[in-house]
């Protein structure tokens, strides 16, 4: 288990990114969270297997599409284990 934890840039809000990305996790069976930024950018947290979790990684770098993804910033974390699902927050 892993904790991908990215951030989106480009043309990314207002294109149904989230929803690409809610659908896309709910798939892989992953668990966390997506949302829009005040600076343009969308987060997501995402925890699962390892292989899940670069399938939603290469899917982030393309996005919905409307979307123009200019950039991918990511990190790898030890998961916290306290999601039960995956959801769009605010």
């Known amino acids: 288990m892993?904790?991908?934890h990215a951030y989106i840039s480009g043309i990314v809000?207002?294109?149904g990114f989230r929803y690409?990305?809610?659908w896309r996790a709910r798939n892989y069976g992953?668990?966390?969270y997506v949302r829009?930024?005040?600076d343009g950018r969308v987060e997501v947290v995402a925890e699962g297997d390892e292989g899940?979790?670069?399938m939603l990684l290469e899917d982030l770098k393309k996005g919905p599409p409307a979307a123009y993804v200019e950039n991918v910033?990511?990190?790898w974390e030890p998961p916290?284990?306290?999601y039960l699902d995956f959801k769009i927050t605010y």
């Open 20 to 22: 690409f990305v809610l």
């Open 80 to 82: 916290s284990g306290s």
């Open 30 to 32: 992953l668990v966390g």
């Open 36 to 38: 829009n930024l005040p």
């Open 52 to 54: 899940s979790l670069k």
């Open 73 to 75: 910033e990511y990190t």
């Open 2 to 4: 892993k904790r991908l």
């Open 13 to 15: 809000q207002g294109v």
